[in-house]
């Protein structure tokens, strides 16, 4: 019922854009600002490697993370100085058009639990929320926005989707 709710209803539509528009400016600006700003993630790496999540009996409670980011990011801290504002800049930017907008929640919220995992909090917590809401809504979530246009084309361009009687096609 609650789903039925969150991925048909037009108002529900309405708010989920004024969440996502929201949303999306907070990401896309923080994205901006590493782009233009000499970001430099290896600061922010060695931080979380050499101060992890500690559980209440003295281990780090997400061990396996610390060893991806010991053994993966930091040796490629220069992709990760890419990555990472380009990603928060282009998340923002489908989040705000409406274009995409599963998708960019969905890597919001990967992108929000790898700081978690790196133990920091901040905004984190409600930025999740938010991206369980918009994700979970689906189209209704970027239906007032550039979706409305982008996923038929895509559809039709994959030859997925559903025919006009409602049938569902693939190619």
């Not at 708010?15 to 000499?38: E, F, H, N, Q």
């Not at 993966?72 to 928060?88: H, V």
Request: include cysteine; hydrophobic fraction near 50%.
């Amino acid at each position: 019922m609650f789903g039925k709710l969150l991925r048909e209803n037009n108002i529900v539509a309405g708010i989920l854009t004024v969440v996502r528009i929201y949303l999306g400016w907070a990401w896309m600006s923080a994205g901006w600002g590493k782009l233009t700003g000499g970001f430099d993630a290896s600061g922010f790496l060695n931080g979380a490697v050499a101060n992890p999540v500690m559980g209440p009996d003295g281990t780090a409670v997400y061990s396996g993370w610390v060893t991806f980011l010991e053994s993966f990011a930091l040796p490629n801290a220069g992709l990760f100085n890419f990555i990472i504002p380009m990603g928060e800049f282009l998340v923002g930017l489908g989040l705000i058009l409406g274009c995409l907008t599963t998708a960019a929640a969905f890597f919001a919220l990967v992108m929000n639990f790898s700081f978690m995992l790196s133990g920091t909090v901040s905004h984190n917590p409600t930025d999740i929320i938010m991206g369980v809401f918009i994700a979970a809504a689906g189209y209704n979530a970027g239906k007032y926005g550039l979706d409305r246009y982008v996923l038929p084309y895509l559809r039709k361009l994959t030859g997925k989707g559903k025919n006009e009687a409602g049938q569902t096609i693939s190619a």
